[in-house]
């Protein structure tokens, strides 16, 4: 099988823009930086401030969100993709030569993918994915789902915001413009957002690939990463039917800024917010460095808080290295499609790393404030699903009527006649309400419940 080509998988088209398409000047902003911007800018990225990262609804203006947290990912992302570029250019020279592609490209390319990653995440953090399978699961669900295909009732019944992420990037509603292509990103970018570049069927749990554990986008969007794959040249994983790929190289990276920011970010949340000791935390912070006592600094602090900054600044910058070195070493393997592991599985303190896992899970994942926002979360989403989905599908009723004039626009149409399949409602409505933010579902689920009315102007 002939592998993935530089030359075709750094790509500076953008995704439904052919026939716009027009050399833009690159000397102030490149491509991939227009990328970034873009999704800056963007209202499903702002909304990520009010987003579960480590703690629900934080009473800490220290706790990390979504938005802090993606935008911790694409430095590092930046980062990774910089050092892996310089290397990859000089290995290429051709990349330089014929496509004007430098190191600072690769940068911004992963950068922007990172900013995104978690756009499509529901209110809740990975509890509020797990609430809106849960309700499709359910017998209370049934009515809405029984003309729909097997695979379009997985995308429900095994809700993934990876997908819903992808089809806020390259979605548009017709009740918005008549221009499609969402914010009409580069293939590049999106390609290597998407992690898992495959349909939700069929689904190999426990898989020892980590481009398989889950999926990237939605039977809606299937033919749209079709074709974007096709366009890069990305390599087919399975010669049987369905949309089916190995990964973009750069998602390794994506994946890796990720992982980084996540397990030593939410961990050093943790020590600050009280819940894993001080003297603990930075214990296992030196294992992780991995060097001698009298090494670590030569900076005597008076607050510990100070002290785990620094020290989480330094690994951070020790695992960007070692995880760019690892994908260098394994570029032509990645290239043939013949390495599928998370790059922070190969790194050399991958148990000081796991430690720190065990504990976070232990101590702040598991904290019972978590515990308890998190089940109300389940009633939440579920609620509002069951609610929209009634006034979508049985509008007839007063109540319904009332309850689908509650729902914004682009989801139903400014005529709020809607004549669109079975599974196009359902991902509309979910649309909806994986879109709010926490607060936003705890106050329109208390509102339409009566428990709480709106304030009169």
């Avoid at 548009?172 to 221009?179: E, L, S």
């Avoid at 426990?206 to 890069?232: D, M, N, P, V, W």
């Avoid at 515990?371 to 007839?396: C, N, S, T, W």
């Amino acid at each position: 099988m002939e592998p993935m080509h530089w030359e075709k998988l750094l790509s500076k088209k953008r995704f439904e823009d052919q026939a716009k398409h027009h050399e833009a000047d690159e000397s102030v902003r490149g491509e991939f930086q227009r990328d970034y911007d873009r999704i800056v800018f963007s209202s499903a990225f702002r909304r990520l401030q009010n987003k579960t990262q480590v703690m629900p609804l934080p009473e800490s203006d220290f706790v990390h969100t979504r938005l802090t947290h993606s935008l911790e990912t694409s430095c590092v992302g930046r980062s990774l993709g910089r050092i892996a570029g310089k290397s990859i250019v000089e290995r290429h020279p051709e990349l330089t030569q014929q496509k004007n592609i430098s190191d600072n490209d690769f940068g911004d390319a992963v950068a922007a993918a990172c900013l995104a990653h978690d756009i499509g995440n529901p209110p809740f953090g990975h509890s509020g994915e797990d609430a809106i399978s849960a309700y499709f699961q359910s017998s209370e669900s049934a009515p809405f789902l029984r003309n729909l295909s097997e695979a379009e009732k997985a995308d429900l019944q095994r809700f993934e915001g990876n997908a819903a992420g992808f089809r806020i990037l390259t979605h548009t509603y017709p009740a918005q413009c008549d221009t499609p292509g969402g914010l009409r990103l580069t293939y590049t970018t999106l390609a290597t957002f998407t992690k898992y570049p495959k349909e939700s069927v069929p689904h190999f749990p426990g898989s020892r690939f980590c481009s398989e554990k889950k999926y990237g986008f939605f039977q809606s969007e299937k033919e749209r990463f079709s074709h974007i794959a096709t366009e890069l040249g990305l390599l087919r994983k399975s010669s049987e039917s369905g949309v089916f790929f190995h990964r973009h190289p750069l998602a390794f990276l994506v994946e890796a800024a990720d992982d980084i920011c996540y397990r030593i970010v939410d961990f050093e949340d943790g020590c600050k917010l009280g819940l894993i000791p001080a003297t603990e935390g930075k214990k296992l912070l030196k294992d992780l460095l991995e060097e001698p006592e009298g090494k670590v600094s030569r900076i005597n602090f008076s607050d510990w808080r100070e002290e785990i900054g620094f020290l989480r600044a330094r690994i951070i910058g020790k695992l960007i290295a070692e995880s760019a070195e690892i994908f260098l070493r394994e570029e032509k393997a990645i290239l043939a499609g013949n390495f599928d592991k998370a790059l922070i599985g190969e790194l050399s303190c991958k148990p000081a790393l796991d430690e720190i896992k065990k504990l976070s899970i232990q101590k702040i994942y598991q904290n019972r404030p978590v515990l308890e926002i998190e089940a109300a979360g389940f009633e939440v989403l579920g609620g509002l699903l069951d609610v929209f989905l009634h006034a979508v599908f049985f509008p007839q009723s007063r109540r319904n009527q009332k309850m689908l004039d509650l729902i914004p626009d682009q989801f139903v149409g400014p005529d709020r006649k809607i004549s669109a399949s079975d599974y196009e409602k359902i991902l509309n409505v979910t649309d909806f309400i994986s879109g709010l933010t926490d607060q936003a579902a705890i106050t329109l689920y208390r509102k339409i419940k009566g428990i709480s009315l709106p304030k009169m102007y």
